[in-house]
């Protein structure tokens, strides 16, 4: 599934898409952005209800496919310009963290 597909499946929207067409390939759930850096694959969509400007940096060393934002969480002006300057994709939920996990699962 790509970035782009996730995006448009029910229960998610896209914030901001660099590269919709990337391959979603796993899922990483996490809000200790030094925890998630050693953790999640590259490939995976990064699910948090962080917002801050580090998850840009984050997201972009672990290489996932796309940061999603559980729970309504937005970016604040700056994570977004920093996510857009460094291609990170950025996807919204309104659903809790573990019910975004299930349903990405079964979109994946």
Same mark, same amino acid.
């Given at each position: 599934?790509?970035?782009? &597909?996730?995006?448009?499946?029910?229960?998610?929207?896209?914030?901001?898409?660099?590269?919709?067409?990337? &391959?979603?390939?796993?899922?990483?759930?996490?809000?200790?952005?030094?925890?998630?850096?050693?953790?999640?694959?590259?490939?995976?969509?990064?699910?948090?209800?962080?917002?801050?400007?580090?998850?840009?940096?984050?997201?972009?060393?672990?290489?996932?496919?796309?940061?999603?934002? %559980? =729970?309504?969480?937005?970016?604040? &002006?700056?994570?977004? %310009?920093? %996510?857009?300057?460094?291609?990170?994709?950025?996807?919204?939920?309104?659903?809790? =963290?573990? &019910?975004?996990?299930?349903?990405?699962?079964?979109?994946?």
């Amino acid at each position: 599934m790509t970035v782009s &597909e996730l995006a448009s499946a029910g229960g998610f929207r896209a914030i901001a898409l660099s590269d919709p067409s990337r &391959e979603v390939a796993g899922c990483y759930v996490g809000d200790l952005l030094s925890w998630v850096m050693g953790r999640a694959q590259a490939g995976n969509a990064w699910i948090t209800i962080m917002s801050n400007v580090n998850v840009a940096a984050v997201a972009s060393l672990a290489d996932v496919a796309c940061v999603i934002f %559980a =729970e309504g969480v937005q970016p604040d &002006e700056q994570a977004l %310009a920093a %996510a857009q300057m460094r291609g990170v994709n950025l996807i919204a939920a309104d659903m809790p =963290e573990y &019910e975004a996990a299930v349903a990405l699962s079964g979109l994946i």
